[in-house]
């Protein structure tokens, strides 16, 4: 069986910094493309960040673009998500997803598109 834990979430103030942590066990994240999204108190779901499966290609939403940085420890079997320049509007509870079907240098910020998705670990930015 295939699972996604995320951890690293909390409590920080305005300007802090986080870095949330996506653990994958049952499979290897190896050529899966691996996501980071956001949902906030009676919002939808936002799409955050994405890594490639190989040559580890990034995008980023426009929200978070510059704040924000994805990586992968293949080693590890682990992506993260650096969050800097935190705000209260990136307030909300974070998902890692992962799916094999994405191109092997591309991802998607659609949520539709990941098949394995983690539990969610929240992160609150206080004012």
């Known amino acids: 069986q295939s699972q996604l834990v995320e951890s690293g979430g909390g409590l920080v103030q305005s300007g802090g910094s986080l870095r949330l942590s996506c653990t994958a066990s049952?499979?290897?994240?190896?050529?899966?493309?691996v996501g980071w999204f956001r949902q906030a108190p009676g919002k939808e779901r936002e799409g955050v960040s994405w890594?490639?499966?190989?040559?580890?290609?990034?995008d980023y939403s426009d929200s978070v673009k510059g704040r924000f940085t994805i990586s992968r420890d293949s080693g590890k079997n682990m992506v993260y998500l650096h969050m800097n320049s935190l705000k209260p509007q990136d307030t909300g509870v974070y998902y890692c997803a992962a799916d094999a079907r994405l191109p092997l240098r591309s991802g998607s910020l659609s949520s539709n598109d990941y098949e394995h998705w983690g539990q969610g670990t929240q992160v609150t930015v206080s004012s």
């Open positions: 049952g499979f290897s994240l190896d050529y899966y493309a």
């Open positions: 890594i490639s499966g190989i040559d580890e290609n990034t």
